[in-house]
């Protein structure tokens, strides 16, 4: 493994933290932070009970950031056809006092190649991105996702198709992957939606509304993010924590 971080790796994901015991991660990692400090680690633990996969998280257990499933839960529900309300998502956060580690470290996601894909409509998946670039969390999108492709189906019953090259092509055509582009690309220029604590404002409903706000080193950066996934447009009032400055479309 450090073989391939000579390579040039950035990051691994790791496949079995489940099935081997904490003593192990804990040397393995240790191991690797010896020549790579800080070097990133997340594994896969398929449960959702946050704190049975949070112990992979401490520092003690080898410091592995893990995939959310408990927020991967939620997300199914919100942004696919049950249509349940942000809510559901907000005690999925820990953002303070929560089992985990750091938080803001999970990979957050609402499928991958071991369970049925998001079932939900275009406008579902716009949804979804739009919460998964901006809240905490570092976004893992599995393959297709961008086109909705095999959406609902499952592990052996078409979600690990294959994409193909044709699908590739033809994927700036879809209207999830033109807005998934602009959402990650105005993530990729924000240093607040990237790394920013999180202070909740309105997690309710069709409507969210919260605070991604970084200082550090000299760098300091407040987005305020508004999502909405009803059908229709909507206003949002916002009056608390509100600070004097320049504000400004982050799109524009």
Known sequence: YLHWIDQGADAFRIDTIAWMPHAFWKQFTDRIREKRPGFFMFGEAFDYDEANIATHTLPRNGG??????PMKQAMDE?????????ERLAPTLFLEGGPYA??????????????????????GFIDAHNWLFTARGIPVVYYGSETGFMRGRAEHAGNRNYF???RV???????IHAQLTRIANLRRQSPALQRGLQVNLVLEGDVAAFYRVYQHDGVAQAALVLLNKGDAATRIGI?????PGAWRDAFD
């Open 102 to 123: 750091n938080p803001y470290e999970l990979a957050t996601f609402y499928d991958n190649h071991d369970m049925a894909r998001m079932d939900a409509s275009d406008e």
């Open 239 to 243: 009056d608390t924590l509100v600070q």
């Open 64 to 69: 592995v950031s893990v995939l959310d499933f």
């Open 78 to 86: 919100v942004f696919g056809r049950t249509g349940a309300g942000f």
């Open 169 to 175: 092509d033809a994927a700036s055509e879809s209207p």
């Open 164 to 166: 193909g090259q044709a």
